[in-house]
């Protein structure tokens, strides 16, 4: 049984390379399907975990910058042969379904939201700890097992398991939510170093997401917090990349491309006055670069300076 699961029955198996292969096909569906919005689309739940015996329907996260931007692709998901559920008992969570036995179900969440945050999150902890995958599969066959003819018990069995395992989830190998803003002024991008640590490099404003904060607020407050300009709005979401630094870690950078609308120096020096981690007040020295000269900057965060290069040729 590759795809397809009646309401009434609880079915386990595993066929996860044809998972993968299908979940290949309905992304680059649905990326078409919503074009031009630019969105993130990750495959999540069992079907994704290689190892974890699965109901055979695909779950999907397709990542928007807002709820209310969700509103917006509703009817293009109509389109591609999804049903509308509403929020369907979850905030801010765009529900839809498709197929009849169902083949697909598909959560559009806030990036960065709390949402997105846990159901990333345990994937990709279970993807890094093969203890935890291991421990959670024999827990879903005991519990089919147990509930072979009680299909809504074994889904709040299963929730209170995964409540349980999240609990023990290593931080390290979740990534971490951070956003990137490149701010433009016409054809310059707004750039910037640490004088009194140069070997940070060149940089672009940027930091980790707070609790329960989204991608497209927390990037508006970076960037007021890391240039003091408050005359600064989102243009686009240009995408999303994983970073692995050289320590280890991993963070999931959300990238927008924000437009300075105000009045701001050639050049300037401003005081990021609440870093994060509770640091002393550090000195930034700032300034604006034409995009064709743009030198490298640090830390792979010139990801997407070419989709960025792009819409602005684009706009001319």
Request: aromatic share 8%; with cysteine.
């Amino acid at each position: 049984m590759l795809l397809g699961l009646k309401s009434d029955q609880l079915v386990l198996t595993q066929a996860h390379q044809a998972w993968a292969d299908e979940f290949s096909r309905e992304r680059q569906n649905i990326l078409q399907g919503l074009y031009p919005s630019c969105i993130v689309v990750e495959h999540v739940g069992s079907t994704a975990l290689c190892g974890v015996p699965a109901k055979p329907i695909l779950d999907i996260v397709i990542g928007v910058t807002s709820f209310e931007e969700g509103n917006e692709l509703v009817a293009p998901m109509e389109s591609l042969g999804y049903t509308y559920c509403g929020e369907y008992g979850i905030p801010r969570r765009h529900y839809f379904v498709k197929g009849e036995p169902r083949t697909h179900h598909v959560h559009m969440l806030e990036l960065g939201g709390e949402g997105w945050r846990s159901t990333l999150g345990f994937r990709d902890a279970l993807l890094a700890q093969p203890e935890l995958a291991r421990e959670y599969a024999e827990e879903k066959l005991r519990l089919a097992a147990e509930y072979r003819d009680h299909r809504t018990a074994y889904q709040e069995e299963k929730d209170k398991i995964v409540g349980r395992l999240l609990k023990r989830i290593p931080a390290r190998t979740v990534p971490v939510e951070k956003v990137l803003a490149y701010i433009t002024r016409g054809n310059s991008l707004l750039v910037f170093t640490e004088p009194d640590f140069p070997e940070a490099g060149i940089q672009v404003p940027g930091g980790t997401l707070e609790p329960g904060e989204t991608a497209q607020a927390g990037v508006l407050r970076e960037a007021a917090e890391k240039t003091g300009l408050r005359a600064l709005t989102i243009e686009r979401f240009l995408g999303t990349r994983l970073y692995h630094s050289p320590s280890g870690s991993i963070s999931r950078r959300h990238y927008f491309h924000l437009m300075c609308e105000g009045d701001a120096p050639e050049e300037w020096i401003h005081w990021e006055q609440t870093p994060h981690g509770g640091e002393p007040p550090i000195r930034l020295q700032l300034q604006w670069v034409n995009l064709d000269r743009v030198p490298e900057l640090a830390g792979g965060r010139g990801a997407l300076l070419a989709e960025l290069k792009s819409e602005i040729a684009d706009s001319y």
